[in-house]
């Protein structure tokens, strides 16, 4: 029989020898990555901006500063000026590289797409979004994005009927005696709502046609995204967080779009059987889902997906656009001398793209103010960035499995050796003839096989909105005395809204 003495001596061998295994395999690995590294010509990153090695708390003065002066993103650029284009962080329990470099970016988010991973995306989105396109990796992902993709043709982003009708119901909301303030980015989140639920469920949820108080699906949608983004910022700590607000919100967008599933997926099952009345006209996001798979709790969280993707983005492009158009009326003096050559008819999808000087408008806002300004990827092996080693930032980097790559675009679309001197300034004619001939230093829709599939939906709304204001409205007047400030939660917008006064033409 053992005793107490007996299992003593054998327990504490059985640990030494685990710690030796532990050891020798961290020995093991130190060897490898080093001659992996070197094998590779990487250099480490000069800059760091923590000192701590183990928390990086000594950024947190920083950060909390920044962030009570709405001034994250101009700290950020600030400390690309003072420790390069590439430098790294320790952000608690996570080690960051974060990067300005095009050639990085176009190295994570393409070349070697299959080494990054989008992190514990789907940790935080989950309750809310399911599983889908937005907030997947690997082999869900792939799935998914084949599902989405064949949905943004021309043909089904051209219809611009509904872009239409919800201008009128925008338009009925517009003070027309050019001396009322009003601030259209409340306004432009109620447009995006209501087209993108018209587009992805056949049926528009009508928020520019009610009061707040009715706007229950678009309250609690913007509800349940704050608690998307505090899951995110708590990292591990959230499996503490409870909120028993964002639960109901998230019952109640899921239940809501669960309706329109149900829905598409009875017209697809009628239209086989022949028993559809009428053959379907418009064309309709879940119906074209339903009647590619039957599972309808994917179609659900497609749906989620691609709504969350695409409402806040497209409201928060106009919002920051208009702001800056307020700012400066030559801008729009030169925008409505552009679309009178439709001599007052509503566009079409083919006028909105030889409208140039309208594209510049939309590029320009997108560059200053990206409205997906920080993205992340996380490393899933051992791998290597191409720029940013070294003293003189040019040699590769080693990114060790599990490394954050962060990289900033609102700082990449201000760098001068790209833009010129005045990169801070809003100036829409530097598109112009093409001027500028960017890749991948100029990413507001991201780049790769992830790159955004809304993009042409969403810059063809955006184009309908400005140029059917510009046929409207002779004078946009800014009531807001100081220049835009950060407003950053999943996308980003003005601070202070885009209060303005409109004169009617
Ligand atoms: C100005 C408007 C928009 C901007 C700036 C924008 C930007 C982006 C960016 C940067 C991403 C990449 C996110 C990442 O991988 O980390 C993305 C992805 C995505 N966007 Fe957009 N977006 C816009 C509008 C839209 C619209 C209108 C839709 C749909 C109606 C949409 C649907 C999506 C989807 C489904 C993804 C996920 C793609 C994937 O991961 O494969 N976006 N968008």
């Known amino acids: 029989m053992w005793t107490f003495s007996d299992v003593h001596p054998r327990l504490a061998l059985a640990l030494a020898a685990t710690l030796v295994i532990i050891t020798f395999v961290a020995i093991q690995r130190f060897f490898a990555r080093r001659e992996f590294a070197r094998r590779h010509g990487c250099q480490p990153v000069a800059g760091s901006l923590t000192k701590d090695p183990f928390l990086g708390l000594d950024a947190l003065p920083w950060t909390l500063r920044a962030l009570r002066q709405h001034r994250i993103l101009e700290v950020n650029c600030e400390l690309f000026r003072t420790y390069g284009n590439t430098f790294t962080v320790k952000e608690l329990w996570n080690r960051a590289i974060v990067t300005v470099e095009p050639e990085n970016i176009k190295t994570i988010l393409s070349i070697n797409f299959k080494d990054y991973g989008i992190g514990n995306r789907l940790d ?18 792939v799935s998914s994005r084949a599902l989405i993709r064949p949905n943004f043709t021309r043909d ?85 967080y409870r909120d028993q607000k964002a639960d109901e919100c998230n019952r109640i967008c899921r239940e809501f779009t669960q309706q329109f599933v149900e829905k598409a997926v009875h017209a697809v099952e009628s239209e086989k059987d022949g028993q559809s009345e009428t053959k379907r006209q418009k064309y309709i996001f879940s119906h074209a889902l ?65 409208l140039k000087y309208v594209q510049c408008c939309l590029n320009e806002s997108l560059r200053l103010h990206p409205v997906v300004p920080r993205n992340a990827r996380q490393a899933l092996r051992d791998t290597v960035l191409p720029v940013g080693g070294g003293k003189d930032g040019l040699s590769p980097v080693f990114v060790p499995k599990g490394t954050l790559v962060c990289y900033n675009l609102y700082a990449m679309h201000r760098r001068v050796d790209f833009y010129g001197p005045d990169a801070e300034e809003f100036r829409p004619e530097r598109w112009e003839n093409g001027q500028l001939q960017l890749r991948w230093e100029y990413l507001p829709f991201n780049g790769g096989p992830r790159i955004c599939v809304g993009q042409r939906y969403a810059l063809t709304e955006a184009g309908y909105v400005l140029v059917r204001m510009a046929q409207e409205y002779k004078k946009l007047e800014s009531q807001d005395p100081g220049p835009w400030e950060e407003s950053l939660a999943l996308t980003l917008c003005s601070r202070n809204g885009t209060k303005v006064c409109l004169t009617p033409a």
Not at 128 to 138: M, Q, S
Not at 308 to 331: C, E, I, Q, Y
């Open 290 to 354: 339903a009647s590619r798979i039957s599972d309808k709790t994917r179609i659900l969280d497609e749906l989620m997906n691609v709504l969350l993707a695409g409402r806040d983005t497209t409201a928060s492009l106009l919002s920051n656009l208009f702001f800056m158009l307020a700012k400066n009326p030559m801008v729009w003096d030169r925008l409505r001398a552009e679309v009178a050559s439709l001599q007052g008819r509503i566009p079409t999808y083919e006028d909105l793209r030889t």
């Open 156 to 240: 089904q982003v051209a219809d611009l009927t509904s872009f239409e009708d919800l201008i009128q119901d925008l338009f009925s909301l517009l003070p027309h005696d050019g001396v009322t303030v009003v601030d259209l980015q409340d306004l432009f989140f109620r447009y995006t709502i209501d087209s993108a639920t018209e587009f992805l469920f056949g049926q528009s949820v009508g928020s520019l046609k009610k009061t707040e108080s009715e706007n229950t699906f678009a309250e609690a949608f913007n509800y349940a995204q704050e608690a998307v983004l505090t899951r995110g910022m708590l990292g591990p700590l959230k499996v503490f």
């Open 124 to 141: 935080s989105f989950k309750p809310l979004l399911g599983a889908g396109i937005f907030d997947t990796d690997g082999e869900h992902w």
